[in-house]
Structures are given as C-alpha cells and as structure tokens.
C-alpha cells in the first residue's frame, strides 16, 4: 500500500496514544480517568502518552498554535513531554519553554544532547536549560545512540557520559538515560554498563522481528536480536523507565494492519509511556480517548501481527533508519 507522508500524519495522529503492558502499572480498559504509570526506578509518576515534540511539532508553522497544542495535552492529562536540543533547530525547546515559565511543575520535562565531548553536552544543556526557561530538566537523554563505536566515544574519559553524571550530581537533570532508533545490540551494552535511570528505543510491530546486521537491521525470527529481545530485557531488569517511540516505525509501516492494533503492539510492551507527535489539535483528544480504551494485546497476538508484516515493508524501514536523523 503507497500512503502519502500526508496521508500518514493525518491517520497516525488520529490514531496514536499509548500504555503500558506487563508489570509497570496496573491495566484499564474504558475510564475517565487519563491512565498513568510509573517512570520505572525514578518513582515519577507518568501519563501513558507523551508529548512528543520534534517533526510534528514543528509541523504548527504558527507557534501560537504550537502553544497551544501543548497546553490542551497537559489540560487534558499528558505529564511527559519529549524535546531534544537540535529539534527545529532549538525552536522545539524554545515554544515549550513559553508553556514552561508558567506549567513547568505540572510535567516531567525530557531533553536530549546529541553533542558526544563532555564540555559540549555541558553547553548544549546550559542553552537547553535557556531555551526551555528552567534551572533543570526532570529527564536528560543521550541523543540517538548509534553503533558501538558511537558508544565508544560517549564512554570516553572526555565523552558526554561524564556530562551526564555531572548534570545529575549538579541537578541540572534530575534523571539520566539515552535514546536509541537502530542499534538495539549497542543499546544492550550502554544499559548494561552505565547508570542509567531510563532510556528511550524504537518499539513497534515490524522491529520485533529484525535484528543487528551489517549494513542496518534485517529480518529475523522474533525475539533473536531486536530491541525486545536485547535492549528490553536489560531496562526491565535494571527497573529504568522506558519511553518507546517509532510506533509506526516513522510511517513506513502504516497500512501493513489496522492502526489500533500497530498501536496496541507498542502499548502492550513493559514500557512507562510512548512518545507521540500530534500535528494537530484535534488529534490530542483523540489519542487520550484511545489510550483510554486501550487492551493489551497477547504475546500470541503480537507475534501473529509481527508475522503478518511484509519484507518489503521491513526493509523500507531499514533503509529509512540507517540515515535517520530526529528532526
């Protein structure tokens, strides 16, 4: 099926909204209440669909509108926002530090360094900081970890994970974790190593059954080097909140099933919350309705859609994410 990136944003937004499955927090079915959960070991409490702030936030070219969009997610229940310092080239932070200067204890605010030297992640965080007009943000991510040799240079003496433990003993950043679209092997290792207090993966349907490759993920049996299979696992174990994102693997499989059950595949993970961008205002309603009457799907479900999944849809995603930069 050809679906337009139009035709996509306008489905994916209608349709996405987010939980958790497993043993983070208790199940819901049809409540009034917008269903949270617990960040995993930094005890904060979470709702189920995040703000996601990158490409489809800069999609409201009015930023009064922007403004607005965020202000109706966290009127209506939405307590994690997700940003990084180069999305938009820093316009991303710099509109929701306009919501911030007034809403800023109502959410858990995340942001991400992409800088690997120390002394540079140190000054992204202090024009982050800036921008987003607070003396300290509650989630503090590595950006878009990429391959071991990536982690190589993060673990320096001089790399921004020595930034990181400096942010949180300073309290700059309150938690530390670091994000990952397409490398869930390199991923492993980072959780495995560090001290980390989250951490933020590509979850949905079609990844599931990809693994490590050279070259870029490839096709494989369920649960034989994905992130479910490697970097999941490490994160449950190790009690760190996980956000996950790519529900719809950055649309390249929408229409591959019916947008609730993609959805509910990432839902139905042990995941805290799902980083979402809603490029319009009427989607935000829509998507908490969602999540509200979200039910988890089977292991024996998930698989099924997983299966279901054609190759050819598979690899487009594994093109689109060996140069996949976050907007």
Do not use: W
């Not at 999305?87 to 509109?95: A, D, I, N, T």
């Not at 109502?106 to 003396?135: C, F, H, M, P």
């Not at 994000?179 to 207090?197: S, V």
């Amino acid at each position: 099926m050809n679906i337009s990136r139009r035709q996509f944003l306008e489905a994916a937004a209608m349709g996405c909204a987010t939980t958790v499955g497993g043993a983070a927090g208790r199940s819901f079915g049809a409540s009034s209440k917008f269903p949270t959960r617990t960040l995993g070991r930094t005890k904060q409490t979470v709702s189920v669909l995040a703000f996601g702030s990158g490409s489809r936030f800069m999609m409201y070219e009015v930023e009064d509108k922007a403004l607005e969009a965020l202000n109706q997610a966290i009127d209506l229940g939405i307590t994690y926002v997700d940003t990084a310092h180069s999305y938009g080239g820093g316009k991303s932070e710099e509109r929701i530090g306009k919501v911030m200067a007034r809403r800023r204890k109502e959410v858990v605010l995340a942001t991400k360094l992409g800088a690997r030297k120390a002394d540079d992640a140190l000054r992204q965080l202090e024009l982050s900081l800036k921008r987003l007009q607070t003396d300290h943000v509650d989630v503090l991510h590595i950006h878009a970890l990429s391959s071991p040799e990536d982690l190589a240079a993060i673990e320096a003496p001089d790399g921004v994970l020595k930034a990181m433990y400096k942010a949180r003993d300073q309290k700059m950043a309150r938690f530390i974790g670091i994000t990952c679209h397409a490398a869930p092997l390199a991923l492993q290792t980072a959780l495995e190593r560090h001290d980390f207090d989250c951490t933020q993966m590509a979850l949905n349907a079609a990844l599931a059954r990809m693994a490590e490759a050279p070259g870029g993920m490839k096709a494989t049996p369920m649960k034989e080097g994905g992130f479910e299979a490697l970097a999941l696992p490490v994160a449950k174990r190790k009690n760190l909140g996980v956000i996950a994102m790519k529900a719809f693997g950055q649309e390249q499989i929408l229409g591959t099933a019916p947008i609730e059950k993609l959805l509910y595949y990432s839902m139905s993970l042990p995941v805290s919350t799902v980083s979402v961008g809603m490029p319009k205002l009427e989607h935000i309603k829509q998507n908490i309705e969602l999540a509200r009457k979200f039910k988890p799907l089977s292991e024996a479900e998930r698989r099924q859609l997983s299966t279901s999944i054609a190759q050819e849809h598979k690899a487009a995603m594994e093109r689109f994410f060996q140069d996949h930069q976050d907007a």
